[in-house]
């Protein structure tokens, strides 16, 4: 999990065009990664993939003055924005209520925990369970996703483990623990070619 609280500032509003010319800024403020399920934009082809989010909808009446407001755009990526769409239960002014966290204001890592046995992920407040359920944050390609990090992190132990071995090759314990986390890792990885990341009934569920 790999969200970032995404710094807006009213100071570096653009003076020039609209929303749709500012991709590459936004992009970067919101670290190039989707700001509600945290997934970087390259396994997506890239920013001409991802999507600019209106944060309060821009298709509701009483926020077209933020259409192109720098501090109500945001970065999302395709399935995301499509299950969020114009949806907007409330402000976000208690996380105990149900509602969209502002990623500016609110930090996407304090709302969510990592269940280690599945890798999904849950949350103690409403705000956090409604984005789960809204945004479908539980979908195979995430559970993929979290899972992969998990290994990665393991991997990298396992090299430090590895120079050690390099070191002294007096601990077969180190040798069959390698093998083993070897092993998990790319079973994991062969994995990734069956997923399929969602259903067309998913990517329309009202």
């Given at each position: 999990m790999n969200?970032?609280?995404i710094i807006k500032d009213p100071a570096?509003?653009?003076?020039?065009g609209t929303y749709n010319n500012w991709k590459e800024q936004i992009a970067e403020e919101c670290f190039h990664q989707c700001v509600y399920c945290s997934i970087h934009e390259n396994p997506w082809g890239g920013i001409d993939?991802?999507?600019i989010d209106h944060f309060r909808p821009k298709?509701?009446?009483e926020f077209?003055?933020?259409?192109?407001?720098?501090?109500?755009?945001f970065y999302a990526c395709p399935v995301c924005n499509r299950f969020k769409s114009d949806d907007w239960p409330g402000e976000p002014d208690n996380l105990d209520k149900i509602c969209y966290p502002d990623p500016s204001k609110t930090d996407y890592k304090t709302l969510f925990q990592l269940n280690q046995t599945n890798y999904s992920i849950y949350s103690v407040y409403k705000s956090g369970n409604y984005l789960i359920h809204r945004l479908f944050l539980n979908r195979p390609q995430l559970i993929y996703e979290r899972r992969e990090n998990t290994l990665r992190q393991k991997e990298l132990?396992?090299?430090e483990d590895i120079s050690k071995l390099i070191q002294d090759c007096n601990d077969i314990t180190i040798i069959k623990k390698s093998i083993s986390?070897?092993?998990?890792?790319?079973?994991?990885?062969?994995k990734r070619?069956?997923?399929r990341p969602y259903t067309l009934a998913e990517i329309r569920k009202p």
């Open positions: 969200w970032k609280l570096k509003q653009p003076l020039d993939h991802y999507h298709s509701k009446s077209n003055h933020l259409e192109n407001d720098i501090c109500n755009l132990g396992l090299f986390a070897l092993t998990e890792i790319r079973q994991h990885l062969e070619n069956h997923i």
